[in-house]
């Protein structure tokens, strides 16, 4: 039985920010699902993606490890009763389906933000967390690189990536809409991962705007600050630098709010107070807008401007899917290929031992080197050409879908399998 591509995916197309803060991974969730895979399943090729907007696990298998995948992530995150999310979940256990939906999630068409180049990195640290791992197996690499591949012709072909349209870009936008009306604006970035430093090149060039930043770690802010002439705020006085802002822009890692009704109705806010929360889990209390004069925006909530990059997006994507499916054709046959490579492998040792064996009969009859070599030549020659046309029938049979008879008719004739049943 030959194993199939299978995704697990819960994103944000159909389930809320509540749900989707639930199963967020951390990096070392990631890493003890992985573990997981390697010690305890058949599993191969193996890939865990866990961004703010989606959960999703890609592996081989010839089984359907849903359940235990899903219940996994309920240990991780600390959830005894999961029926609240199970419906959530898309089984994808189709393998051309499966394929396709990570190449569709690889090039941002399946993103919040049509496009978001931010998820194409987040795909490659998803891969480069299951090569580190040694979970990424020959049709993994493949994948991944013919992924790689068509993005390259999406840049080069297409308006798909043109402009900027990611989640930060829109949290910039709106940040503009806000402060129309506020005279020198003061904005608080707090946090500086992948999302907090895209709002902070986004903020670049906005002359009326006071930027300030502050991170846990100081010296991350101090050098994205120096990159884009901002100022920096120790996180010792967050609140302080919160008390100043006209909007708070959060994308900090946490699982707990940090951002708290109690403390911000301790603040001394005399018109509004922005909080814009691109944390998942959220960093913003949910009550926290309870307070009349702080308004929160979260990721769920922060809607795609309709400006000219979007558009031009939006009209390529046709497009893109061309390229994709172009790319999925060729991996395909690959893949295919891939499933009589072994047979190949094992008609060529076989036509090459008979080979060897006559040639040891023979070449002590033979008197010199010159004669010797030549002897060799032919051979060679003509095992090459013996061998080409079944492999040629067999990479025809792969796409007609007919490789597992030629299969057996090349194993019974040359009794390919032996060295297995010795073994």
């Known amino acids: 039985m030959y194993q199939d591509f299978k995704a697990l995916s819960l994103s944000f197309k159909n389930a809320p920010i509540q749900i989707r803060e639930q199963v967020s991974l951390s990096e070392e969730a990631v890493g003890r699902l992985l573990h997981y895979f390697k010690e305890f399943t058949s599993a191969t090729d193996v890939m865990v993606l866990s961004t703010c907007n989606r959960t999703e696990v890609y592996y081989l298998s010839e089984n359907d490890l849903s359940e235990d995948i899903i219940k996994l992530i309920g240990i991780e995150k600390g959830i005894s009763n999961l029926d609240h999310i199970k419906p959530f979940f898309d089984k994808i256990n189709e393998h051309e389906q499966a394929i396709q939906h990570l190449f569709y999630v690889s090039m941002g068409l399946e993103a919040q933000v049509v496009g978001d180049i931010q998820i194409s990195n987040q795909v490659k640290r998803a891969y480069q967390a299951s090569a580190d791992l040694q979970l990424a197996g020959p049709f993994l690499h493949r994948l991944m690189h013919t992924i790689f591949f ?236 013996i061998i080409k046309l079944p492999v040629l029938q067999l990479k025809a049979a792969c796409k007609r879908g007919e490789a597992e008879t030629l299969i057996d008719v090349l194993n019974n004739l040359f009794d390919l399998e032996k060295d297995k049943q010795v073994k």
Request: aromatic letters at 6%; hydrophobic letters at 40%; one cysteine or more.
């Open 150 to 385: 068509s993005n390259k012709r999406v840049v080069q072909e297409t308006s798909f990536r043109d402009g900027a349209a990611s989640i930060s870009y829109a949290a910039t936008e709106l940040v503009k809409t806000l402060t129309s009306e506020i005279n020198s604006p003061r904005i608080l970035v707090v946090g500086v991962g992948e999302i907090g430093e895209d709002v902070c090149r986004n903020l670049i060039g906005q002359q009326s705007m006071s930027v300030k930043i502050t991170n846990r770690t100081q010296s991350k802010a101090e050098q994205l600050a120096a990159e884009c002439n901002f100022q920096v705020q120790s996180f010792e006085q967050l609140w302080e630098a919160v008390d100043e802002a006209d909007v708070i822009i959060s994308s900090v890692g946490t699982e707990e709010p940090i951002f708290t009704k109690d403390k911000v109705d301790e603040l001394d806010i005399l018109s509004f107070k922005y909080f814009i929360d691109l944390s998942v889990p959220r960093s913003v209390g949910i009550d926290v807008e309870e307070n009349p004069a702080a308004i929160v925006y979260n990721v769920d909530s922060i809607k795609s401007k309709a400006d000219q990059a979007l558009e031009k997006r939006t009209k390529a994507i046709p497009q893109v899917q061309q390229i994709i499916a172009e790319a999925i054709e060729e991996f395909n046959d690959w893949s295919k290929e891939m499933i009589v490579s072994p047979t190949i492998n094992n008609l060529k040792n076989a036509l090459e031992q008979i080979r060897q064996e006559e040639l040891a009969r023979y070449l002590k009859e033979i008197n010199g080197s010159a004669e010797s070599e030549l002897v060799e030549k032919v051979t060679k020659s003509m095992m090459q050409k």
